[in-house]
């Protein structure tokens, strides 16, 4: 792991620009697995203005970008990649905590390229960049990369604009989870003003279901289990189960979350042999530290890790690791209020 310079601030470094001021040059935009909108978003952004000022760009990744993502502008240039041909200039990884994210590419990355910048604004990040610039109060990524192209004084053409707020309104939950500050809305109130059109974005992340598409939700919703006095709910879905993915861009674990008295919701989803689990907490539990136990990783209320199957396995190991979580956090005032 390399040991370059941490960079903590809102704007970034020096170091950060240094890499990316000149005109022209070649650059490579690595995703994580499963990319979301995040990193996409960012990533796109931050190319699509680089190529305005002569650079070659590449962008791609271990995994394609999902279907629900196509109206990314840009999007179809990001390519799963399984080697890297050529030199770059710099790598570019944003909202990658840990290099194991890239299945690989980032070993090929760093012989490649001159530089590896790595922008993340996630607690557990590995800072494996030769720059690291890590912003732990930024709700995406894509707010730190907005501060980036304003340091670059980077035209925010509507393109840019649209990946990036799509970056910032997914990774909020459209703007409705505890990451959200005024610094979220300033950054979105400029996305809007350089072009960005939030109805578009909503419409395109939630308003392209394919017409069974309720009827399948409803019977995933179904399958809720709450427990331990309402605390802690879950949704597991198996492999041969109903098509999960007629919701593609639906943030299922929203349901269990959504219930008043949990603290902890869990989503498994059972992918042959493996078992991915996404856990939401409200505050109160860190699930970072949960999914961490399990190799994972995330934010404090938003968090998850690939598990070993069978299904029936995995949730009992990750409910029980729930359950000791609550129960710390619980104490001697919450089980008094409890015996109320
Ligand atoms: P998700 O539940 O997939 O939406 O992910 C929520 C958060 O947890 C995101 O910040 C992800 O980066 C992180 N996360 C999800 N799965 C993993 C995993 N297997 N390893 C590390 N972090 C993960
Ligand atoms: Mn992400
Ligand atoms: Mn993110």
């Keep these: 792991m390399s040991s370059g310079a941490l960079c903590t601030g809102t704007s970034p470094a020096a170091a950060v620009l240094a890499p990316l001021g000149r005109d022209g040059g070649r650059a490579l935009m ?9 990193v996409l978003g960012t990533l796109l952004a931050l190319g699509l203005a680089l190529e305005a000022r002569g650079w070659s760009v590449t962008y791609g990744g271990p995994h394609p ?8 502008p840009g999007v ?18 944003t909202d990658c905590p840990n290099p194991q ?62 990946n990036l707020f799509t970056a910032v309104h997914t990774d909020t939950g459209s703007f409705r989870y505890s990451n ?17 059109e939030p109805a578009f974005v909503s419409q395109a992340l939630y308003e392209r279901r394919a ?18 006095e309402g605390r802690l709910a879950w949704l597991a879905l198996p492999s041969d189960g109903v098509e999960e993915a007629l919701v593609e861009s639906e943030e299922l674990v929203n349901y269990p979350r959504s219930i008043a008295t949990v603290r902890v919701a869990c989503l498994f989803r059972e992918r042959g042999r493996e078992v991915k689990v996404s856990l939401r907490g409200k505050g109160d539990v ?9 190799g994972g990783g995330g934010h404090r209320n938003a968090a998850g890790c690939t598990v070993d199957g ?28 409890a015996a109320r």
């Design 30 to 38: 690595l995703g994580h697995v499963h990319p979301d909108a995040d």
């Design 65 to 72: 970008a999902p279907p629900a993502l196509d109206f990314l």
């Design 76 to 93: 179809e240039r990001y390519r799963r990649l399984a080697t890297l041909d050529g030199a770059f200039d710099v790598a570019v990884l």
């Design 101 to 162: 994210r890239t299945e690989g590419l980032i070993e090929q990355a760093r012989r490649a390229s001159a530089v590896v910048l790595n922008i993340d604004h996630h607690p557990d990040n590995r800072r494996y960049g030769d720059v690291n610039w890590i912003d732990l109060s930024a709700a995406a990524t894509g707010e730190m990369v907005y501060e980036l192209l304003l340091a670059l004084e980077a035209p925010l053409t509507p393109a840019i604009a649209t």
């Design 180 to 196: 959200v500050t005024p610094r979220t809305f300033r950054i979105a109130a400029a996305l809007v003003a350089a072009g960005a």
């Design 211 to 228: 017409p069974d598409a309720l009827r399948w939700l409803g019977e995933a919703l179904r399958r809720i289990e709450v427990s331990d």
């Design 286 to 294: 860190d699930v970072q530290r949960i999914a961490a136990e399990f």
């Design 310 to 337: 069978p299904l029936a396995e995995a949730m009992r190991r990750v409910l029980a690791a729930v359950r000791r979580a609550l129960a710390e956090r619980k104490g001697p005032s919450a089980a008094s209020e």
